[in-house]
């Protein structure tokens, strides 16, 4: 008798919390693919964007910042606008995984079809056609040449490279590079990451005693951080000192 009393009672419970789930207010917008409403932290569903220290080409193979330009092209859409974001699940870093609208639109198409992201197509097919959309007029990332956001985390020199424009020669080199070098990609990404000598990744804010002495080389496996959240994502602990 207790079980199909509990059982009758999740059949009316699940629905309600299913609908206090969703996350309304405006957003901090943090990546192409992550934003911060209040306390929440939530992940963009469906998609993947590029990292904000990630390079890509532009059409004159020159580099470029594309992860900044994915960040701040979300952050100027949406500005002052209201957020209404359903949540699906929780991911392996805690984060919220959501289906967002702004003023009644899905967030994510209009991520994927300008280009700024790309259909995460292992989680869902459902922004494959804005993808296609997006490569035929050339837009955003699909102007030059980039690595999938995807592929580009756990990089190699065989990682193949997508685009509208053919990779000129050496591209590998500057696609597999990160944009943490000596200069911040975004002068709000001014955190600073390095690898210590047992492998563990520290993060060190303006106002950390060794932050000076950091220096930023790709070739030491540096990297800036545009807060303390992102940081803590990549696995990076704040230094003791």
Same mark, same amino acid.
């Given at each position: 008798?207790? #079980?199909?009393?509990?059982?009758?009672?999740?059949?009316?419970?699940?629905?309600?919390?299913?609908?206090?789930?969703?996350?309304?207010?405006?957003?901090?917008? #943090?990546?192409?693919?992550?934003?911060?409403?209040?306390?929440?932290?939530?992940?963009?569903?469906?998609?993947?964007?590029?990292?904000?220290?990630?390079?890509?080409?532009?059409?004159?193979?020159?580099?470029?910042?594309?992860?900044?330009?994915? #960040?701040?092209?979300?952050?100027?859409?949406?500005?002052?606008?209201?957020?209404?974001?359903?949540?699906?699940?929780?991911?392996?870093?805690g984060r919220t995984v959501a289906r967002c609208e702004v003023g009644g639109e899905d967030i994510q198409k209009w991520l994927v079809h300008s280009g700024w992201a790309l259909a995460y197509t292992r989680m869902s097919h459902d922004y494959d056609a804005d993808e296609a959309a997006a490569r035929e007029a050339?837009?955003?990332?699909?102007?030059?040449?980039?690595?999938?956001?995807?592929?580009? #985390?756990?990089?190699?020199?065989?990682?193949?490279?997508?685009?509208?424009?053919?990779?000129?020669?050496?591209?590998?080199?500057?696609?597999?590079?990160s944009a943490s070098g000596p200069v911040a990609p975004s002068p709000d990404c001014t955190i600073k990451g390095n690898v210590n000598t047992s492998g563990e990744c520290i993060y060190h804010t303006p106002t950390s005693r060794w932050y000076t002495q950091i220096k930023m080389k790709i070739s030491k496996g540096t990297r800036w951080f545009c807060s303390v959240e992102e940081a803590e994502a990549a696995g990076c602990r704040e230094t003791r000192r």
């Open positions: 008798m207790l #079980r199909k009393f509990l059982i009758a009672l999740s059949l009316i419970v699940v629905p309600s919390l299913a609908q206090a789930a969703d996350i309304t207010g405006t957003a901090k917008v #943090r990546a192409g693919d992550f934003v911060v409403i209040g306390n929440t932290r939530i992940r963009l569903g469906g998609i993947d964007a590029p990292s904000v220290d990630q390079l890509c080409l532009n059409t004159k193979a020159e580099r470029w910042t594309c992860g900044v330009a994915a #960040r701040d092209e979300l952050a100027k859409y949406t500005e002052g606008k209201s957020w209404v974001c359903h949540t699906r699940s929780i991911d392996r870093r050339k837009a955003g990332m699909w102007q030059g040449a980039f690595i999938a956001p995807w592929d580009w #985390r756990v990089r190699n020199k065989r990682t193949p490279i997508l685009g509208a424009t053919k990779p000129p020669e050496g591209a590998h080199a500057v696609l597999l590079a």
